[in-house]
């Protein structure tokens, strides 16, 4: 009498996140970063075809600046990572952000 009975799967908010981090977030920042690569090549293409333009060639200069914007933040927030992983003596190969596991070494 399965038929009525009914099935529940249960995991762990750990792993529920962890599959968050790995399947939706990750992909979305490396989306992000080519975005912003796309966009100051854009911003460089416009500038080259567009030289006699003037008002063409400024735009795109802001491209290819907002561009870089994006980059430098995103990069930034990589090295302060870096930083704070750096202060802490977090050894890099102790961190495994696809299961969300930090080892930390106990003193």
């Not at 762990?12 to 912003?36: C, W, Y």
């Not at 750096?86 to 190969?93: E, L, S, V």
């Amino acid at each position: 009498m399965e038929f009525f009975s009914t099935k529940v799967a249960y995991a762990s908010i750990d792993t529920f996140l962890g599959k968050v981090e790995t399947q939706i977030v990750n992909p979305i920042i490396v989306l992000l970063f080519a975005l912003a690569l796309m966009y100051f090549l854009y911003g460089v293409f416009e500038f080259i075809m567009n030289s006699a333009n003037d008002e063409k060639k400024t735009t795109g200069k802001e491209h290819m600046l907002w561009g870089v914007i994006g980059l430098t933040i995103m990069l930034g927030v990589w090295f302060i990572l870096g930083v704070v992983l750096d202060t802490f003596n977090i050894p890099r190969n102790q961190i495994d952000p696809e299961h969300g596991k930090v080892n930390l070494p106990v003193k």
